[in-house]
């Protein structure tokens, strides 16, 4: 298995320009989670995803970020737009469904994101 | 709500030295726990996880956790530092629905030659 592949790896980009970052999940597994790492916040959980269905948003920092899962093998986060603030790195991760809790996730290698 | 606290952002030892790296929770329920380890620019890897049975858990590359239920601890420890250990350490805590986690701020270790 080839694990959650993200893309691009690295965005560089000037504020006010649209980002989109992709990811596609390891097959068969139900659940898909967007996070980002800064060094002053640490890692956060933005969204996070059921069977392609947006569970929990809280995450989600304004109404700029927006997420989807259009099917079981992709998703997207975008943010419009964007403001050097957003710079991080952002990560999808995904997890079986079943035993609820246990699962563990399984993270792909993040998108570095730089907005000039 | 469930929280993860780990003491030390940054911990160094030498190589050949114990390694431990603290993690406290906060819990309403019976915990699910788990450490992942990030080395640089690469995403998160489980080390190990405690669900049920047996509390001391054993993970990839030599690392041990006990779960002390009446500490609310999940300390990582590992007999024999080596340099291929140096990374950033996560202790994080399932919220028992779905598969979301809570993650604790993170501990660098650094180890020395």
């Known amino acids: 298995d080839a694990g959650v592949i993200q893309s691009p790896r690295h965005e560089v980009t000037e504020m006010g320009q649209e980002v989109t970052l992709r990811c596609k999940p390891i097959?068969?597994?139900?659940?898909l989670f967007w996070y980002r790492q800064t060094m002053m916040r640490g890692l956060e959980l933005l969204i996070y995803?059921?069977?392609?269905?947006?569970?929990?948003d809280s995450g989600m920092p304004e109404d700029r970020f927006s997420a989807k899962m259009p099917n079981a093998s992709f998703s997207t986060l975008k943010i419009q737009p964007s403001e050097p603030r957003d710079s991080a790195v952002y990560f999808c991760?995904?997890?079986?469904?079943?035993?609820?809790?246990?699962?563990?996730?399984?993270f792909g290698p993040g998108t570095r994101l730089t907005v000039l | 709500a469930q929280s993860v606290t780990q003491l030390g952002s940054h911990v160094s030892v030498s190589e050949g030295a114990l390694v431990l790296l603290r993690c406290n929770y906060s819990s309403s329920v019976p915990p699910y726990l788990f450490w992942y380890v990030q080395y640089p620019n690469q995403g998160l890897q489980l080390l190990l996880k405690y669900t049920t049975g047996a509390t001391l858990v054993k993970g990839i590359n030599g690392f041990e956790a006990e779960f002390k239920k009446s500490e609310t601890s999940f300390h990582l420890t590992k007999p024999s530092a080596h340099m291929s250990d140096a990374a950033e350490y996560f202790c994080a805590v399932s919220e028992g629905y779905g598969n979301k986690l809570v993650f604790g701020a993170g501990t660098i270790l650094r180890v020395k030659s």
């Open positions: 995803f059921n069977n392609n269905v947006p569970i929990d």
């Open positions: 991760a995904s997890s079986r469904s079943g035993r609820a809790g246990r699962d563990e996730q399984f």
């Open positions: 097959s068969g597994h139900d659940y």
